[in-house]
């Protein structure tokens, strides 16, 4: 049974950082590429990041180029996603996914997805 599990989202002015944190289990991680997408109140799903297996492709969406940076670590399991200079338009609940298309397959829309988590809010203060 595959799991995900966000950690990290808080309460964050704007100008600051979070780094959030996916736990994966169930499934053999380094096969697969892996992603982060977001959904705000009364908006729908928007996919962040993605990141190839080995780390070595990444895709970011326009709103979050140059701000956010993901990463992996194939030995813990865990995909990364460091946010900074927050924006209140970033406030939204952060899932992580799994890729549909294998170890490069990128998440680049919501179609591109498998799995995903049960989210971590991040919340961005004007």
């Known amino acids: 049974q595959v799991q995900l599990v966000e950690s990290g989202g808080g309460l964050v002015q704007a100008g600051g950082s979070l780094r959030l944190s996916c736990a994966v289990s169930g499934r053999p991680f380094s096969n697969y590429a892996m992603g982060w997408f977001r959904q705000a109140p009364g908006k729908e799903r928007e996919v962040v990041s993605s990141?190839?297996?080995?780390?070595?492709?990444?895709y970011y969406a326009d709103s979050v180029k140059g701000r956010f940076t993901t990463s992996r670590d194939n030995a813990k399991n865990t995909v990364y996603l460091q946010m900074n200079s927050l924006k209140p338009e970033d406030t939204a609940v952060y899932y992580c996914a799994i890729a549909r298309g294998g170890p490069f397959g990128m998440i680049t829309s919501v179609s591109d997805i498998s799995y995903g988590g049960k989210g971590t809010l991040v919340t961005v203060s004007s």
């Open positions: 990141i190839s297996w080995n780390g070595g492709s990444t």
